[in-house]
């Protein structure tokens, strides 16, 4: 295995590459200052140092990726071919559960075997496994010596360095830009073809209007057709994340934003804002048990005493509330910094003409902050829907399609996980609901950003 010691030894290199050829460098420029050529150096020192830094550094690093993915492949290889996995079995789970077994004995990361034909192997793979690494630790010093070597040949003082090493800097930024698309395109691909082949075993207009939800069910084998209707899972996520969180956690922020840009003191300011958005440094386990051990028992007994008929001791005015409470920062820090970013003579102008603190803030300031406040809505909505934990324990998992806020219901997150905890396989329609239910969410939040980008571009344009 590569370890962290031939890291440190490249690192090392690269260090004394930048340092020799920034000194060569710095000979050169000060050889043609003495000859009376002040412009006859293209870069700075420092880039003739950092081009012959990366030249030592990439390619070694570069390969010793390649390599050790490479590596693992071989080295099973080359143990097949020892006299002792002779007497491995033919079957190809069995093979390689042993295999599995040696390489984790012969490296360190287990003491025993539990598999006696794994006891012989472990010397071929620690022996096999030394001689690849000693191979590829030399190759890499060899790529890195011969790197290094062949960039300080060119350090002279008409060599463009700074160019060179300019476009290694923008090819790595534009790779770091490109990751985040290529994983949001990886994600979309696998949540297709894995939804595709759930639609492939449920009709789509099953799942998309049937008001049944009972992935179990279909498991053990009762069919398919009304076992995945997942209206009431919509339902769920709807009523927790959009209604009740979001008719505590708007109003809320959004008075607590006006508050403290508009009336409060300095000195109130200063306490007060940070205390708010520690709410969002809270762990949403801690608000699951909040839920559960004291709001969900005070609504049902409230529920009881006014008379309400089968309150459940899990319902979704409690995971509603106490989601409500943990999204307030969001509303509020956005509408906050809105708020203030929108020009003082706006304000000025409102009350020079006779407009009240109250109507100003109601007319001009919330109208021409309108952008970042529906920012904070969608991001605070984003945040509600993705919710789990809170869900899990204050709602409870039984997917009741009711207006009821005093019953138990569930949302599209918390099914998904419990649809891909544990041992499950991925070739039946119960387990590949969990990607169609995240292709919905998914598809659902997309149009969400799309009409909130239009509504933000419109206000925009009005007040700019």
């Not at 370890?3 to 050169?28: D, E, H, Q, T």
């Not at 069910?217 to 398919?224: C, I, K, P």
């Not at 994340?241 to 008719?247: F, K, L, P, Q, V």
Request: net charge positive; proline share 5%.
């Amino acid at each position: 295995m590569i370890g962290p010691a031939l890291l440190l030894l490249l690192a090392g290199l690269g260090a004394i590459a930048w340092v020799s050829a920034r000194m060569r460098a710095m000979r050169l420029q000060a050889a043609a200052r003495a000859s009376g050529r002040r412009d006859a150096m293209h870069s700075l020192p420092g880039y003739h140092g950092w081009y012959v830094a990366l030249w030592t550094v990439l390619p070694a690093a570069i390969f010793l990726t390649v390599w050790a993915n490479v590596a693992p492949g071989m080295i099973s290889r080359s143990v097949l071919e020892e006299p002792a996995a002779r007497t491995l079995p033919a079957d190809e789970f069995s093979r390689a559960a042993i295999l599995s077994e040696a390489r984790a004995i012969a490296t360190g990361k287990l003491a025993a075997g539990f598999q006696p034909l794994s006891q012989p192997l472990v010397e071929p793979y620690a022996r096999i496994t030394g001689q690849y690494d000693m191979a590829g630790m030399t190759l890499a010093l060899l790529l890195a010596f011969a790197g290094g070597a062949y960039a300080f040949t060119r350090v002279r003082t008409d060599f463009r360095a700074r160019t060179r090493v300019e476009r290694i800097v923008m090819a790595a930024l534009l790779l770091a830009s490109l990751l985040a698309i290529v994983t949001t395109l990886g994600i979309v691909l696998s949540l297709l073809w894995e939804s595709f082949r759930f639609f492939s075993m449920v009709n789509p207009i099953d799942f998309l209007f049937g008001t049944k939800w009972s992935p179990q069910a279909a498991a053990q084998g009762y069919g398919t057709k009304d076992a995945f209707g997942a209206v009431p899972l919509f339902w769920g996520t709807i009523f927790i994340g959009a209604i009740i969180a979001m008719a505590v956690a708007i109003p809320l922020g959004l008075m607590s934003a006006i508050y403290l840009t508009q009336y409060a003191s300095a000195r109130v300011r200063k306490w007060m804002k940070p205390m708010l958005e520690v709410l969002a440094g809270v762990p949403t386990v801690v608000y699951g048990y909040f839920a559960a051990l004291t709001i969900a028992p005070a609504l049902r007994d409230f529920a009881v005493a006014i008379g309400i008929s089968g309150a459940s001791s899990e319902s979704a005015l409690a995971a509603g509330l106490v989601m409500g409470v943990m999204i307030i920062p969001f509303v509020s820090s956005m509408a906050d910094d809105s708020i203030n970013s929108v020009p003082q003579s706006m304000r000025d102008g409102s009350l020079a003409m006779g407009a009240t603190t109250s109507e100003t803030i109601r007319r001009v300031l919330i109208p021409a902050a309108l952008p970042g406040v529906v920012g904070g809505v969608l991001l605070a909505v984003s945040r509600a829907i993705g919710e789990t934990m809170i869900v899990v324990m204050a709602a409870g998992l039984a997917a009741n399609l009711t207006a009821n806020p005093f019953a138990s219901v569930t949302t599209v997150t918390t099914q998904i996980v419990q649809l891909l905890t544990g041992d499950q396989e991925f070739d039946s329609a119960k387990t590949l609901a969990a990607f169609a239910l995240g292709l919905v969410l998914f598809v659902v939040t997309l149009l969400l950003n799309i009409v909130a980008l239009r509504v933000v571009k419109a206000y925009r344009e009005a007040y700019e």
